[in-house]
């Protein structure tokens, strides 16, 4: 958890960890979900072919933790599956109840 003052560095530090994990290990093996907050600064991540999801918008991230809670029942036993990093730029946006009941979903899932 990085905390921090606004303007205090946080989505630059986040940015950076991205960027080095994503340079040396490949999609294959990892996986980001990026939750930006409304002033884009993980934008920029969305091109990394390791970038699953960057978005900010409250229906955009309910569909991708959908999609990735989806996604993980389907893996079938024994298959490899990269590492899944997930990514808030901004917790305030996880204060919207639909938002929280789809990451608790995800969360107490056995798939995973």
Not at 79 to 92: C, G, L, M, Q, R
């Amino acid at each position: 958890m990085v905390i921090g003052p606004t303007g205090g560095g946080k989505s630059t530090a986040l940015r950076t960890c991205v960027m080095g994990l994503a340079t040396a290990i490949p999609p294959t093996d990892l996986q980001f979900v990026l939750f930006d907050s409304p002033e884009e600064r993980l934008l920029p991540l969305q091109e990394l072919p390791n970038a699953r999801y960057v978005t900010f918008a409250q229906k955009a991230m309910n569909e991708a933790l959908v999609e990735v809670a989806q996604e993980f029942s389907r893996r079938p036993n024994g298959a490899k599956w990269p590492a899944w990093v997930f990514i808030i730029d901004d917790f305030t946006l996880f204060t919207n109840d639909s938002i929280r009941s789809e990451w608790r979903t995800l969360a107490s899932s056995n798939e995973y």
